[in-house]
């Protein structure tokens, strides 16, 4: 089996050196072919070189990871972003549907991120993905995104935010309702779209139910009261969150 090959950005030293140590303990398969502490330096092994992983830091000395990845547009390797919490770098990376990991590195979810950047090899739509993960850090704090990124087992589906009638849950399942009686399924919980979508007016109005405001066409208040969705789909509304309707359209 041919080793998988990855290089690292990062401008902490000990960063990289902890990176190589747990990968060299938990994921021998990987093979570290090279890393850079700046952006320059990373570009001119990247294109160069081939590799399938890219372990990239979100925040650099006086630049940005995404700096990097607006000067490799057709890298066709996975994307980890191995960051300490940045509100929106991480909103990001959700938008685009790319594995991140929280320093300190955990080790299990760096043996899940590989794992699935490995079954991920043969899918190379990562053009796209760079290109939305770029605008989702350049436009989210100013609420301007158009597209999600929702990621089945065999392919990434680019989502207009808008044509999300409502989301709904199945465990750790989440499948959206899109318009033109489309669904598609993806293996996170509702609550973490809930984080991503709730200021582009979605509200949760059930354990199991995150609607758009703006697909809603009534409220019916027979059997407890359910809301009436386009396409007609029906919402679920709890009694804990019927107060929620009041502010729906403030």
């Not at 994921?27 to 320059?40: D, I, K, L, S, T």
């Amino acid at each position: 089996m041919n080793p998988i090959r990855c290089f690292i950005l990062d401008d902490e030293i000990q960063a990289v050196h902890n990176l190589r140590l747990a990968l060299e303990m938990h994921c021998p398969q990987v093979e570290v072919a090279g890393y850079a502490h700046n952006v320059g330096d990373a570009y001119d092994f990247l294109t160069k070189e081939q590799t399938d992983i890219l372990f990239l830091d979100i925040r650099l000395q006086n630049e940005t990871g995404f700096d990097l990845l607006k000067r490799i547009h057709h890298f066709q390797g996975s994307i980890i972003f191995t960051t300490a919490y940045d509100l929106y770098g991480i909103q990001a990376i959700k938008f685009s549907a790319t594995d991140y990991l929280l320093k300190p590195l955990d080790h299990l979810e760096l043996i899940g991120a590989v794992r699935k950047a490995a079954d991920k090899k043969k899918e190379r739509d990562q053009s796209a993905q760079i290109s939305m993960l770029i605008q989702s850090f350049e436009n989210l704090p100013a609420q301007r995104q158009k597209k999600i990124a929702l990621a089945e087992a065999n392919e990434i589906h680019y989502v207009l935010i808008d044509d999300i009638i409502f989301c709904k849950s199945d465990n750790s399942y989440t499948t959206f309702y899109l318009t033109g009686n489309k669904n598609i399924t993806v293996s996170k919980s509702i609550s973490e779209y809930e984080n991503i979508l709730e200021s582009y007016g979605f509200v949760r109005t059930h354990q199991s139910y995150l609607i758009n405001k703006n697909r809603i066409v009534s409220f019916r208040k027979e059997e407890g009261g359910y809301l009436l969705m386009e396409e007609n789909h029906q919402a679920i509304v709890s009694k804990q969150r019927k107060h929620l309707l009041k502010k729906l359209f403030t």
